[in-house]
Every structure is written in structure tokens, then in C-alpha cells.
């Protein structure tokens, strides 16, 4: 029998360690001195802990670990798939978040772009006809919506104007915190669409916020969808 210092340098672990296994029923020692409060433990005390740091190496988390110690094989392989799946997940978007932070540093941005989804909307609005995106520049202070491949150019709010629902949609979305900074930010945007491979599939919508202290922003909405093989 050995006691919890011997045992901790057997297996690599800390006294502390074994102290917490011992409180949350992880790892019991196989007796207790009553008049010392030494704990002891044995060969099965050490294969025990030996299976639970097996277990963490896998990337189980010690609240499942519990459950499986006793468990059979077929249940421990089980759990072990599972978190092999959210291992890989978790590593798919950090490789996804080094990209992008490799991409802002080679191209800054002025936004960072993030998928969001938006709510279905319904508006009033009055239809524009324009040659270029140039000229809506200034043509709207509150909610301008534009098209890149439908009839009309771009349309601006208005109470006396035509009724027109958005739906539900997918939308990637870049807050430009002055209105200054619209154009380069849109510009910035689609060049992030691109680059991630999305489409267009629907009316962009350009909203212009302001507060009670005079502050103004504004939030760029353009709903996309996977670009195709084909395209």
C-alpha cells in the first residue's frame, strides 16, 4: 500500500489532484487512517487512475469519465466517437478562425464580417432607378435597399411608398460604425463574400442608426447563399 505522495509520483499527478478525484468519488483510496487521515491506496487504486488519465488523454471530460469507468467497452468506444466528433468540430472552426486572421492580416479590412440570420421584415418603401451605386450615395438617412440583378436598382423607405416583405434569411452582416465608411466597408464586404465563396440571393439592405446622443452607424445586411459548383 502507498500512500497519496507515492502514489502521485507513480503516476505523474499532483496530491492535489487525487485529493479532488477522492471528493468527487472519482478515485476512493482503498482505506483511510482514522487517527493520521493518511490515505492509502493499491495496484487497483493505480489501474483505476491510470484508465481515468487514459481517458482524459482521449479528451473526455472527467463529469463523463465518471460514468464510464465501470462501464463496458462498447459504451466507453461510444463516448469516445462522440467526442472525437466535437474534437474535430472544435478544430474545423478554430482552422476556420486562423484563416480569417491570417487573411486580415495579409488584406485588412475595415469590418469583420459575420453570418447572422434576419428576421422577416416588412417595409414600405419607394422604388429608384440609378446608373451606378455612386449616385444613392446621400439618398437615404434611415433604410436603403439595393439589387444587384432585379428590375429596379434600389429602393429607400417611405410611409406613402409600396408595400414589400423581406423573408427570413441568411444574411452576412458588417456594422461600419460612420457613414463615412460605407463605401469602402461594402466594397470590403463582397470582397469577404468572394473570398468565402458566397452568392448574393437577395436585396442588401443598408440601415442607418442613430441614437439620442447624435452618434450614427450603420448596419450592412446582404443575404447570401452557397455559390454552386457550376458557377
Same mark, same amino acid.
Given at each position: ?6 502514489? +502521485?509520483?507513480?503516476? !505523474?499527478?499532483?496530491e492535489r489532484t ?6 468527487? !468519488?472519482?478515485?476512493? =483510496?482503498?482505506? #483511510? ?11 487497483? *487504486? ?14 473526455? =471530460? &472527467? ?10 467497452? $462498447? *459504451? $466507453? %468506444?461510444?463516448? #469516445?466517437?462522440? /467526442?472525437? *466528433? ?10 476556420? $478562425? ?30 429608384? @432607378? ?12 434611415? /433604410? ?26 441568411? #444574411?452576412?452582416r458588417a456594422v461600419?460604425? $460612420? ?5 469602402? +466597408? ?7 463574400? @468572394? %473570398?468565402?465563396?458566397?452568392? #448574393?440571393?437577395? =436585396?442588401?439592405?443598408?440601415?442607418? &442608426?442613430?441614437?439620442e446622443s447624435g !452618434? ?8 447570401? !447563399?452557397?455559390?454552386?459548383?457550376? *458557377?
Amino acid at each position: 500500500m502507498w500512500r497519496i505522495g507515492r502514489l +502521485a509520483r507513480m503516476a !505523474g499527478v499532483s496530491e492535489r489532484t487525487l485529493r479532488h478525484y477522492d471528493r468527487t !468519488g472519482l478515485l476512493r =483510496p482503498a482505506a #483511510v487512517d482514522h487517527l493520521t487521515g493518511y490515505r492509502w491506496y493499491g495496484v487497483a *487504486e493505480l489501474s483505476r487512475l491510470e484508465r481515468i488519465r487514459a481517458l482524459q488523454r482521449l479528451g473526455l =471530460p &472527467l463529469r463523463d469519465i465518471a460514468d464510464l469507468l465501470d462501464a463496458p467497452e $462498447t *459504451e $466507453t %468506444r461510444r463516448a #469516445v466517437a462522440e /467526442t472525437l *466528433e466535437r474534437l474535430r468540430a472544435d478544430l474545423a472552426a478554430l482552422t476556420a $478562425t486562423a484563416a480569417e486572421a491570417e487573411h486580415y492580416l495579409a488584406e485588412p479590412l475595415t469590418v469583420v464580417p459575420r453570418p447572422a440570420t434576419a428576421a422577416a421584415r416588412r417595409l414600405k418603401v419607394r422604388r429608384l @432607378d440609378a446608373a451606378h451605386p455612386s449616385e444613392l450615395a446621400g439618398l437615404c438617412q434611415a /433604410t436603403l435597399l439595393t439589387w444587384l440583378d432585379g428590375p429596379f436598382a434600389a429602393a429607400v423607405a417611405d410611409e406613402g411608398g409600396e408595400p414589400l416583405t423581406l423573408p427570413a434569411r441568411q #444574411v452576412v452582416r458588417a456594422v461600419v460604425p $460612420t457613414p463615412e465608411g460605407v463605401v469602402r +466597408a461594402g466594397h470590403d464586404l463582397f470582397t469577404w463574400l @468572394d %473570398r468565402h465563396g458566397f452568392r #448574393v440571393a437577395g =436585396p442588401a439592405l443598408e440601415e442607418h &442608426l442613430l441614437d439620442e446622443s447624435g !452618434g450614427h452607424a450603420v448596419v450592412l445586411d446582404i443575404p447570401v !447563399g452557397e455559390r454552386s459548383a457550376v *458557377e
